[in-house]
């Protein structure tokens, strides 16, 4: 199942990883995509543990 958010205070390409990297840590991602104003997470993973990390990192998001 594809997750799709729309994202902001990512600034740079290092903000990209850093949740990139985060997100793949998540148990169930299969795969993530992540743009400065958008994420796509593959797998079986609740919206809300997306949103969690994304909020960890100073980040905020909309489904």
Do not use: C, H
Not at 21 to 39: I, P, Y
Not at 45 to 62: A, D, F, T, W
């Amino acid at each position: 199942m594809a997750l799709t958010f729309t994202l902001s205070g990512l600034k740079d390409s290092d903000d990209v990883n850093r949740l990139t990297t985060a997100l793949m840590e998540l148990d169930g991602v299969d795969t993530v995509q992540v743009a400065r104003e958008w994420l796509e997470v593959e797998g079986r993973v609740q919206p809300g543990r997306v949103v969690e990390v994304i909020e960890r990192l100073g980040y905020s998001s909309k489904r």
